[in-house]
């Protein structure tokens, strides 16, 4: 089992003061206009529920699943899991991201959404961890650039472990992403 660091990468008060500052920039983008927050699953529940808080604008929630399909890498196209019963066309749409690492899973989910006819597309990633990035994707809000590490906490989890820490701190010797 990788060790867990005891240092903390980002601190519960600081994500706390960076969620109502990208709060603040959706609000005055989005100008009371209604919005479909849609968080993708697990990775983001605890981001979308701080977040969402402090919006003024109507706003609805979606959540969907993206799994990698079946003997797949982390550069393989998505599988897309979410609720059928969720329309995106003609709506204003805000995805919700845990963390950018390759890039794929957010260019997957735009090019999907845009096929859907979404009217405009805007994405939120709490994490970016820019060295990583393969594909380049327009991210509209981003809490904080990150290390090229594993990092845990706040919802994001290691084999399911660690969702629940209420700041973002890091694993040793994982090894991510899987072997291309
Ligand atoms: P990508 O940007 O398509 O490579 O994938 C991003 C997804 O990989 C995120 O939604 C996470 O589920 C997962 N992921 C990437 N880096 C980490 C990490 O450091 N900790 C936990 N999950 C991660
Ligand atoms: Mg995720």
């Given at each position: 089992?990788?060790?867990?660091?005891k240092?903390?990468?980002?601190?519960?008060?600081?994500?706390?003061?960076?969620?109502?500052?990208?709060?603040?920039?959706?609000?005055?983008?989005?100008?009371?206009?209604?919005?479909?927050?849609?968080?993708?699953?697990?990775?983001?529940?605890?981001?979308?529920?701080?977040?969402?808080?402090?919006?003024?604008?109507?706003?609805?929630?979606?959540?969907?699943?993206?799994?990698?399909?079946?003997?797949?890498?982390?550069?393989?196209?998505?599988?897309?899991?979410?609720?059928?019963?969720?329309?995106?066309?003609?709506?204003?749409?805000?995805?919700v991201?845990?963390?950018?690492?390759?890039?794929?899973?957010?260019?997957?989910?735009?090019?999907?959404?845009?096929q859907?006819?979404?009217?405009?597309i805007?994405?939120?990633?709490?994490?970016?961890?820019?060295?990583?990035?393969?594909?380049?994707?327009?991210?509209?809000?981003?809490?904080?650039?990150?290390?090229?590490?594993?990092?845990?906490?706040?919802?994001?989890?290691?084999?399911?472990?660690?969702?629940?820490?209420?700041?973002i701190?890091?694993?040793?010797?994982?090894s991510?992403?899987?072997?291309?």
């Amino acid at each position: 089992m990788p060790e867990l660091s005891k240092e903390v990468l980002v601190s519960e008060t600081a994500i706390a003061t960076r969620v109502a500052e990208l709060a603040a920039e959706i609000n005055r983008r989005q100008d009371g206009r209604p919005l479909v927050a849609i968080g993708i699953l697990k990775g983001s529940f605890i981001f979308l529920a701080d977040l969402v808080r402090q919006i003024s604008c109507p706003i609805t929630c979606e959540f969907i699943r993206v799994r990698m399909s079946e003997g797949g890498n982390s550069s393989s196209p998505r599988e897309i899991h979410y609720d059928a019963s969720f329309n995106v066309a003609g709506k204003d749409i805000l995805i919700v991201e845990d963390i950018l690492d390759t890039g794929i899973t957010i260019d997957y989910l735009i090019q999907h959404f845009k096929q859907q006819g979404a009217t405009s597309i805007q994405v939120c990633v709490l994490l970016d961890k820019k060295e990583s990035h393969k594909v380049a994707v327009p991210v509209d809000y981003v809490g904080f650039e990150i290390p090229k590490k594993f990092v845990v906490g706040y919802g994001l989890d290691f084999e399911e472990r660690y969702r629940e820490l209420p700041h973002i701190t890091w694993l040793e010797g994982v090894s991510w992403p899987l072997a291309d």
